[in-house]
């Protein structure tokens, strides 16, 4: 059997997740204030838009890789719990990002229910 988990982020989320991902790798990140973040589908990447004081907008580029990485590491920090094995990338649905995570095979369950035999009172005349 196969698994398929997706996790989706708002904007915030993934410029949260791309600015830690940076700060961890000390990637300078130019002075201004971000103002958004640009999703592009095809092929699938994002830019980080930063304006700074004189009004001029600087782009940062995440090619996909980039930003499966961003989103991977936003979750671990965030002790979201993600399986190690398995395929991770990056979908654009409905205009936002979102990790997917796909599992050749589904995990098992450690919990196993195993019931004990019950006993049946032996009825006497």
């Not at 990447?45 to 995440?62: Q, Y």
């Not at 979201?80 to 796909?102: D, Q």
Request: aromatic residues 4%; charged residues 30%.
């Amino acid at each position: 059997m196969k698994e398929m988990r997706t996790l989706g982020f708002d904007e915030r989320e993934a410029i949260m997740a791309i600015l830690d991902l940076m700060r961890k790798q000390r990637q300078k990140l130019p002075p201004g204030q971000i103002v958004g973040l640009q999703i592009h589908s095809s092929p699938i990447s994002a830019d980080l838009v930063v304006e700074d004081d004189h009004g001029e907008r600087i782009t940062i580029h995440k090619n996909a890789t980039e930003l499966a990485a961003s989103l991977v590491n936003y979750c671990i920090e965030r002790r979201i719990k993600l399986p190690t094995g398995g395929r991770k990338f990056v979908e654009v649905i409905a205009g936002g990002l979102n990790l997917i995570i796909f599992l050749e095979e589904a995990p098992k369950s450690e919990k196993r229910t195993t019931r004990a035999p019950r006993r049946v009172a032996a009825f006497q005349d």
